[in-house]
């Protein structure tokens, strides 16, 4: 997939192209403030077809949990193939106002909300940032097996390392695009974050970055 004369206000970006798979993990790493979050804005205002997740929502605060999930049923074009409400647990949750939920809570009802819309394109910020260490896990195993093209910041390179296809880093108004081998190197990424990034093998011979 591919989107030509990508531009961003503020100078962030200027007439880049970026492309990704039409099926895979795209993961968006660079520092606080180059502009992720507002390219991932500028291409759910691209792709009508996507489902996009901002860091922070809520437009349906006053709703019941259900209720959100319903909204994101009636944009989906066919039956559900995941029971999200099992997946994240939300049984207890679906009487609930939005509002009175607490922020791990309601990511998890976002997430379900953004699953159940069965969009071809996930466009996510940040979405492990309230989640506790088991529905990230559980989240990490939907998207990897989901016949869906995924889009998303993080910043654990770690968690880039174990599950992205392909790679955008967004550094000094570019986008630097490429799979996992390519740009998850210590030169660049110490490059990009301003800071000594090393990776280092473990006796199994597992790779991790130690920054």
């Known amino acids: 997939m591919k989107i030509n004369d990508l531009t961003l206000p503020r100078d962030l970006l200027h007439e880049q192209t970026v492309c ?4 895979g993990i795209t ?35 006053d709703i019941s949990v259900q209720a959100v999930l319903a909204l994101g049923q009636k944009r989906a074009t066919q039956p559900p193939s995941l029971d999200v409400v099992a997946a994240f647990d939300l049984a207890p949750l679906l ?36 989640l506790d260490l088991r529905y990230q896990k559980r989240l990490t195993q939907l998207l990897v097996t989901a016949q869906t093209s995924v889009i998303m910041i993080v910043h654990d390179l770690n968690y880039a390392q174990r599950v992205a296809d392909w790679i955008w880093v967004m550094h000094e108004q570019t986008i630097l695009v490429g799979t ?4 998850l190197n210590d030169t660049l990424l110490s490059a990009v974050f301003q ?11 597992h790779r991790y970055f130690d920054t």
């Open 195 to 205: 800071t000594t990034i090393q990776h280092q093998v473990t006796v199994a011979g």
């Open 20 to 23: 990704w798979p039409d099926q």
């Open 180 to 183: 996992p081998t390519e740009m």
């Open 27 to 61: 993961v968006m790493l660079g520092q606080n403030g180059v502009g992720k979050s507002t390219l991932l804005a500028e291409l759910a205002r691209r792709l009508p077809e996507a489902a996009y997740l901002p860091q922070k929502n809520d437009i349906y605060d």
């Open 95 to 130: 009487k609930m106002a939005m509002r009175k939920l607490s922020g791990g809570q309601q990511q998890r009802v976002w997430l379900a909300f953004m699953l159940v819309q069965q969009a071809p394109i996930l466009l996510l910020d940040e979405p492990l940032s309230a």
